[in-house]
DNA sequence: GTTCTAGAAC
DNA sequence: GTTCTAGAAC
């Protein structure tokens, strides 16, 4: 598998016989004497099966030390017989590279660094053992240049015209840099952009994706170029330039202040602090979705998988997404080639790669900061596949962050967790987060399979794809424009959203952005708050309104317009429904799928609340098909318990149904006795929730869902305003004490309609009586 | 969802 | 003057 992982798939888009033809690379070594440069070139040339030639200045004068000219010439001479080459020399600062960068770019090949950052103690101890045991002397002499290059340094960055750099810190980095270039067959090329930066705090670094003053960049860096964008000064590269840089604190044993100020200068463009570190691209690598355990079709899994990217690439500004599979014969991984090179995706906001998910930067050299998972609906580890792996791979930590998530996932949709940082993904492979993401199933052996129907089976997939791709453009939005300190805030805080359309422009940062930010921690629930569009269940529903292109650019204009979301005072059945443990006091029964409670202001004698605890099923609107048999859970749980309260009274009547557009987020079904004797009780709105159309019987919505897939919802405004009438004889009352006080004597039988199919709830004798 | 309160309805 | 509603704020 190793091997797998070092053969680099960016076969992406093959835009004709160019592609094909042998590409030479410049290598341009960055590091002290004594950083493993020569060794670096021998390794990699050692086993390559491209043409190298090493350009070292020690050796270019017969063998002896010679000048930057004769390395230039030779350089030179080297590109046009078509050999990749290593420069091997400190080139410790821009100038020293500046000209092997323009020879390279002349010479239209791809010119990588390889900066070689060791420990200065570790640089010293070789070079003087290099030197040749010659004493003290000797050894402090190659202490004192190394220290002074040390000095002198200058880190790479992609504007000096790099399409490439790796920062290799220790000797795991330069096994796996040695790894990559070895194994970079002819053809082959290697992602671009900046890999392996380090923060000197490694909590915060890879919380951190800056990319700062997004707007200056196009979102399509293709459209207006001419088709140099593979040459050796990508265009992408200068546009990145300002964001991937890092300040020189902390870099090396020595100080470095001269150089401190220059590059907070630097960075100051982006207006952002000198001691903020700035990571490479942002980019989520995903698996691809119920193909493998769920044996979802191939070829229709690879359409809806280039139909998302290509919608979503768009959106991507500077981030990008990749489709990652474990093998090289992977056949959903080529027909998504195939596909995404005939619709011409951007080969730089998409491509696949051949590796190990949990291993992407170890192993491949690909930094991908976020990963998804193709998580079961209970969201555990466990099973196979991808899931425990990255379970595997991330500990007991991605769990506990899971679980403070959420318990569960729907088909179609996904949950973003934040890495914490003790979990080794986040540590060795510098993943800041996790997007769980549940496809649909069409495996008979898993659990609710949907039997064949592919329909519904690409409806959920492209559902799911929504959410992963709009989680991720979250996080990469959320991380891009506030400073680092924020971010642990906005990925941790549970979410606590105002009204999103409130929102202030587009790249202006305001503290309502940040609120909406928060809240697409929770991809699966954001749309759910459009009151407006709560009879469209099957749409897309998952994508954040903000991140929603032309495809669905009207529709979202429309909701944006009617768009309620919810409030903080909205949140308290989610949070109960997401962490029972904490509400152990308030709940009567918590189950595996539900938990139930007393109604806190109850609007009869007994009112209970039967709550789901699922993750996207924030009101009957959300529910469909699949969610049938958690229906009938909660409608057997209520049942039990109006039972149990019969027994001890029996001339209670109960009535178990949803409102149609609740108050409080969270899927619940409401049991309530039919005296509405309370002081909870006080106006029209209280009354018509559960007496019109508004209240929907539990009975009929699960009938509904079973034979149509969604349920019936009746318009708050006109349901909610009806004339009062008594729920047993209709007679109107002017307000609501007077309706209180007829109902408190009314002894008619309930109308018929309540009467059949189990809508009301009777001890035997009654029923029997009434029936 | 509730609370608060201005002002309409009585 | 009191009761009740309905909208805003939370």
């Not at 004068?61 to 990749?84: R, V």
């Not at 821009?94 to 010479?107: H, I, N, P």
């Not at 493998?292 to 991507?316: G, P």
């Not at 039988?749 to 009654?766: I, T």
Request: with cysteine.
């Amino acid at each position: 598998m190793a091997d797998d992982h070092q053969k680099m798939d960016m076969d992406i888009d093959n835009k004709g016989e160019v592609e094909q033809k042998a590409k030479p690379v410049m290598v341009i070594l960055v590091g002290a004497p004594g950083s493993g440069k020569s060794t670096f070139s021998e390794h990699v040339m050692g086993s390559s099966s491209r043409p190298w030639t090493r350009i070292c200045q020690d050796t270019i004068n017969n063998g002896k030390a010679g000048t930057k000219p004769q390395c230039l010439k030779s350089a030179s001479i080297a590109l046009k017989e078509g050999k990749s080459l290593f420069i091997d020399r400190c080139n410790m600062d821009k100038e020293q590279r500046s000209d092997f960068v323009k020879l390279g770019c002349g010479a239209q090949v791809d010119v990588h660094a390889v900066v070689l950052d060791l420990p200065a103690q570790l640089c010293i101890s070789r070079s003087v053992k290099r030197t040749g045991h010659e004493g003290n002397l000797q050894g402090g002499k190659a202490a004192a240049v190394v220290n002074r290059m040390l000095q002198k340094k200058e880190l790479p960055k992609l504007h000096e015209g790099f399409a490439r750099i790796v920062f290799c810190h220790n000797e795991n980095d330069v096994q796996a840099a040695i790894k990559a270039y070895s194994a970079l067959g002819p053809l082959d090329t290697l992602p671009n952009g900046c890999f392996g930066q380090k923060n000197p705090d490694a909590k915060i670094q890879l919380g951190i994706m800056k990319f700062l003053k997004k707007a200056e960049v196009p979102s399509n860096v293709g459209s207006s170029s001419d088709t140099a964008q593979d040459s050796a000064c990508p265009q992408a590269s200068k546009e990145i330039d300002p964001f991937c840089k890092r300040t020189n604190k902390g870099s090396s044993l020595l100080g470095t202040a001269g150089k401190e100020v220059k590059e907070s200068e630097d960075l100051a463009k982006g207006s952002v602090g000198a001691d903020v570190f700035v990571e490479d691209i942002p980019t989520l690598a995903f698996p691809s979705i119920s193909t493998a355990d769920f044996q979802f079709n191939n070829e229709k899994a690879s359409d809806i998988i280039v139909e998302k990217v290509k919608e979503f690439a768009d959106k991507l500004e500077n981030a990008r997404l990749v489709l990652v599979d474990l093998s090289h014969g992977s056949k959903i991984l080529s027909l998504v080639r195939a596909k995404a090179a005939k619709r011409n995706i951007d080969s730089k906001k998409f491509f696949t790669f051949v590796g190990d998910i949990t291993q992407l930067y170890s192993q491949g050299g690909l930094h991908c900061n976020v990963i998804a998972n193709a998580a079961n609906w209970r969201l555990k580890p466990g099973g196979g596949g991808v899931n425990a792996a990255i379970f595997s791979a991330a500990g007991p930590a991605l769990e506990t962050a899971t679980k403070e998530r959420a318990r569960s996932l729907l088909p179609g949709h996904a949950v973003i967790v934040p890495l914490p940082s003790d979990s080794p993904l986040y540590t060795r492979e510098r993943v800041s987060h996790v997007i769980h993401v549940l496809g649909p199933n069409m495996n008979p052996q898993r659990p609710n399979p949907l039997d064949n129907d592919y329909t519904k089976g690409c409806s959920i997939l492209r559902e799911a794809y929504t959410s992963l791709f709009s989680g991720f453009l979250s996080i990469v939005r959320s991380h891009s424009k506030l400073p680092w300190k924020s971010c642990e805030n906005l990925v941790s805080a549970p979410s606590d959203l105002k009204d999103p359309s409130r929102g202030g422009p587009k790249n202006h940062l305001t503290n309502s952005d940040q609120k909406i930010k928060r809240d697409d921690d929770c991809v699966s629930e954001r749309s759910k708050k459009c009151k407006g569009s709560h009879n469209e269940i099957g749409a897309d529903i998952s994508a954040p309104s903000s991140t929603r292109g032309k495809v669905s650019g009207d529709k979202s204009k429309l909701e944006g317009a009617t768009s309620k979301s919810w409030g903080s005072w909205a949140q308290a059945l989610y949070q109960i429904a997401m962490h029972p443990e904490k509400h152990k006091d308030e709940l009567l029964e918590v189950l595996d799928d539900v938990v139930v409670l007393n109604d806190l202001y109850p609007k009869a004698q007994r009112h209970l609340l039967v709550l789901a605890r699922f993750e996207g099923l924030d009101r009957l609107a959300d529910v469909r098909q699949e969610n049938v048999q958690l229906l009938m859970t909660m409608h057997a749980v209520g049942l039990k318990w109006a039972e149990k309260f019969l027994h001890e009274d029996s001339s209670m009547v109960f009535r178990l149904g949803y409102h149609s557009v609740p108050s409080l987020r969270q899927l619940h079904l409401h049991v309530i006795s039919q005296d509405f004797n309370s002081n909870h009780l006080k106006n029209k709105k209280h009354w018509n929730s559960f007496n019109t159309a508004f209240f929907r019987d539990s009975v009929d919505v699960i009938e509904e869902i079973k034979n149509h897939g969604k349920a019936t919802i009746k318009d708050e405004d006109s349901q909610l305003s009806m004339e009062l009438r008594c729920h047993r004889c209709r007679s109107a009352h002017p307000n609501i004490p007077r309706l209180k006080s007829h109902i408190s004597i009314c002894q008619a039988p309930f109308p018929h309609a309540l009467l059949k199919n189990g809508r009301l709830v009777l001890a035997p004798k009654y029923n029997r009586s009434n029936a």
